[in-house]
């Protein structure tokens, strides 16, 4: 058998249709490129917003402690494995509650009790123990003590000279008032 040979004309136009198929090569010439974009500037770092009400204000670290006693119980409120910095205890005896604000004061002592309904500036009296504080005395039945038990779960312990203490209106709150009541 004979080897099959295609015409001349014939194998040129295979090789220009084979070629056409070939995808061509690209330029090497240099491209222009557009300069990236300039990163967006980042923010400078901001201080934390400045509270426009007491109500946005952090929480005052800590927690509530209840300890009950025969002569009324006592709401603490501070960090574990120190002082309180905030007390309620209950007299019986007077059927009044005691505020005190660990601190020294300075100035005139005064405590302002700020709560959702109602804002407070007590009398007080700074003591003169070992832990200075600052001491103000409510009667049990005294409304203030139902706004801070209430007050859409905190409320404000201001003494000038310290920190203002923002404060949960938890549990031990209102079973120290209701033991006086």
Same mark, same amino acid.
């Given at each position: 058998?004979?080897?099959?040979?295609?015409?001349?004309?014939?194998?040129?136009?295979?090789?220009?249709?084979?070629?056409?198929?070939?995808?061509?090569?690209?330029?090497?010439?240099?491209?222009?490129?557009?300069?990236?974009?300039?990163?967006?500037?980042?923010?400078?770092?901001?201080?934390?917003?400045?509270?426009?009400?007491?109500?946005?204000?952090?929480?005052?670290?800590?927690?509530?402690?209840?300890?009950?006693?025969?002569?009324?119980?006592?709401?603490?409120?501070?960090?574990?494995?120190?002082?309180?910095?905030?007390?309620?205890?209950?007299?019986?005896?007077?059927?009044?509650?005691?505020?005190?604000?660990?601190?020294?004061?300075?100035?005139?002592?005064?405590?302002?009790? !700020?709560?959702?309904?109602?804002? *407070?500036? #007590?009398? &007080?009296? +700074?003591?003169?123990?070992?832990?200075? =504080? /600052? %001491?103000? !005395?409510?009667?049990?039945?005294? *409304?203030? #003590?139902? &706004?801070? +038990?209430?007050?859409?779960?905190?409320? =404000? /312990? %201001?003494?000038?000279?310290?920190?203002?203490?923002?404060?949960?209106?938890?549990?031990?709150?209102?079973?120290?008032?209701?033991?006086?009541?």
């Amino acid at each position: 058998m004979k080897p099959f040979r295609l015409p001349v004309a014939a194998s040129l136009t295979l090789a220009l249709a084979l070629a056409a198929c070939v995808p061509q090569p690209r330029s090497t010439a240099p491209v222009q490129t557009m300069p990236a974009p300039a990163p967006a500037p980042v923010p400078a770092p901001s201080q934390a917003p400045v509270s426009v009400s007491w109500m946005d204000a952090p929480q005052t670290p800590g927690d509530w402690f209840y300890t009950g006693a025969f002569a009324g119980g006592v709401a603490q409120f501070g960090e574990a494995r120190s002082e309180a910095r905030f007390t309620m205890r209950c007299d019986t005896a007077s059927r009044s509650i005691m505020l005190s604000r660990a601190g020294q004061p300075s100035g005139a002592a005064r405590m302002t009790i !700020r709560t959702e309904s109602q804002t *407070r500036t #007590l009398p &007080a009296a +700074a003591t003169a123990s070992a832990l200075p =504080a /600052v %001491e103000a !005395r409510l009667a049990a039945s005294d *409304r203030l #003590l139902d &706004a801070m +038990a209430l007050s859409k779960g905190r409320f =404000a /312990v %201001e003494v000038p000279g310290t920190p203002t203490l923002f404060l949960p209106s938890w549990a031990e709150v209102s079973r120290a008032i209701e033991d006086c009541r």
